[in-house]
Nanobody, 130 residues
Framework: QVQLVESGGGLVQPGGSLRLSCAASGSTLNYHAIGWFRQAPGKEREGVSCFVTADSSTYYSTSVTGRFTISMDNAKNTVYLQMNSLKPEDTAVYYC???????????????????????WGQGTQVTVSS
């Protein structure tokens, strides 16, 4: 079992920055990747970024490449998503989730790809508005 708790969301003006945190805990922390997803009202959940624990590789959706940075503090079992140059279209509930099979990590960037991720946090709201 893995428990995930997100934090760091809030209201920010366009062009501003936020840093989201995802703290993992539990009896078994054998996940292959932690991913960030987001879901805007009336839209499907989409993959934003993921951190692969085996080699610390990182991946991003095209919509956030160059603006968002994912990182991990192994000592704290916490993954961060630094979001810069935020746009109104970044407004969504952001979720972190783990991929424990090691086979569906990059499925997150395809429609329905969230099904490959098993443990989820409760989400944190990010609102970008002037």
């Amino acid at each position: 079992q893995v428990q995930l708790v997100e934090s760091g969301g809030g209201l920010v003006q366009p062009g501003g920055s936020l840093r989201l945190s995802c703290a993992a805990s539990g009896s078994t922390l054998n996940y292959h990747a932690i991913g960030w997803f987001r879901q805007a009202p009336g839209k499907e959940r989409e993959g934003v970024s993921c951190f692969v624990t085996a080699d610390s590789s990182t991946y991003y959706s095209t919509s956030v490449t160059g603006r968002f940075t994912i990182s991990m503090d192994n000592a704290k079992n916490t993954v961060y998503l630094q979001m810069n140059s935020l746009k109104p279209e970044d407004t969504a509930v952001y979720y972190c989730a783990t991929e424990t099979e090691g086979k569906l990590i990059l499925s997150m960037f395809r429609p329905g790809g969230e099904l490959g991720y098993d443990y989820w946090g409760q989400g944190t709201q990010v609102t970008v508005s002037s």
